[in-house]
């Protein structure tokens, strides 16, 4: 299947430079902080993902900024086999590190592959995808990431008797690709006649699009059940004295992945060569309970954001208590299947509110740990009595926690949020990015980052004032406020409203610069709905 082919394939340029990514100068401590935003728990996979990638990016950068030359060593690549149980992020990380990078990123499935191909695609296909991914770009494509899901369900299995061909047949289709191979682009017919040139005697040729996967990325993932027995046998033979500490401690459950060894992986169904393919190996723990809830109170969450534009469709606004935030992850937990599971139980908890809300005179939902256990017992309550107080106070009561988590969240972070910025945290500026948060539904950085843009405009036209008037103004940090809350109160633009501000002064403090000189003032806040009183006190001075 070929993505959008007519459109895209007259982005085909052989002459393009993925500009970009030669300036890619991103540390792992940033990738692994941005990480954090979004992916609760995984501390150390997170951190030996974070690094490698990073590695890997710059790596190639050098190694194509000094085109190779003195090297007799070779480009060998940072490709990551994943380890861990369903539903704990594996895919989600590595689509966040591609989304922060601005690379191309696509996903296969393991299980749908075989060594000759099937109906519908290869193991080629995954890398040809990676060109329409890149809109067409061959150049952003190199430096793509192929992400290979189930690949645990490739390993030989021992059941048999021989080869497994089937399963080490696809292992063996992978090796070059994990490496480096030249794959041809496939284009549909009606689109060879953008690909044709002219040789020296006039004749035309079909000029091939060639993707070559030396700078690809390749990150594989599985399961993986049945490895940790393998795996407490090895360390059984080797009679580890920790071994049997670690087993009688009943208060404790180790993951004996984190253990795991190439010759595991071998012992598992993997081929020798397949494996020596992956040099990074990074194991994901199960979900804990508590885990389960701060994904749900974290901001960036896109199970809740996706949850609350549900709602907003209908113009229902929706907030959770704390409380049935834990109530949904302890439901999760004992469901045993990760973070799938939280979106699972949001649906079949909210689904009835979400048929029903929309045809009844009610616009709010407060989300309660009462509405979670009972969700139908609540809403026949609401639709018999719409008007009961108590509605409005739950969703108060769940806006409010929800707003607490949110300035509790960016408080822990602020050191991260406006480390390149001199922006100043105050009260009203938490309030002011929740209202942008809450108001369009939006990811928390998303909501920061479009504040941050707001005072640095207000910041903007300080300057611009100056370089106009020769007059410095400075508005003081609760006009600042008061402007950011107008602006976002009425989608004003900054320049247009301080120039509706300030046109009230600017004459005035022109003539007083003149008479005594002065050319610098600052603005305080109530200066804007007061400007006479204010130019009066500035004169008397």
Known sequence: MFKNPKLKIDRISYQKSYKPFYEFDLTPEQLENYLDEYIVGQKEAKAIIATKICTHFHKVKNFLLKDGRDDTVGFIKNNIFIIGPTGVGKTYMIKLIAKKIGIPFVKGDATKFSETGYVGGDVEDLIRDLYWEADGDLEKARFGIVYLDEIDKIASSGDIIGPDVSRTGVQRALLKPLEETDVEIKVPPDALNFLELQDPQGRSRRRKIVLNTKYIIFVVSGAFHGLEEIIKKRLNKQKLGFLSEIEGRKDVKFNYMKLVTPEDLVTYGFEREFVGRFPVIAVFETLTEEELFKILANPNSSIMINKKRDFKVYNIDI?????????????????????????????????????????????????????????????????????????????????????????????????????????????????LIFDVYKKEDIELSQAIEEVVSLWKQIKTYEQSFERRNQIKILFTEDAIDSILEEVIRTDFGVFAYCEKIMSRLEYTLNIIKESTGKNLFFIPAWALKEPEKFLNQVLAV
């Open 319 to 431: 907030a959770f208590t704390n409380e049935a935030l834990k109530e949904i992850a302890k439901m999760a937990w004992e469901e045993g299947t990760g973070a799938r599971a939280l979106a699972r139980i949001l649906e079949k908890v909210l689904i009835p509110f979400e048929r029903t809300l929309p045809s009844i005179s009610i616009n709010y939902l407060g989300v309660t740990s009462e509405l979670v256990k009972d969700p139908y017992q609540v809403l026949s309550s609401m639709i018999n009595n719409p008007e009961n107080p108590k509605w409005k106070e739950f969703y108060y009561k769940a806006l409010k926690e929800e707003e607490e988590r949110v300035k509790e969240y960016i408080f822990n972070r602020q050191s991260i949020f406006f480390r390149d910025t001199s922006f100043e945290i105050t009260p009203h500026r938490l309030k």
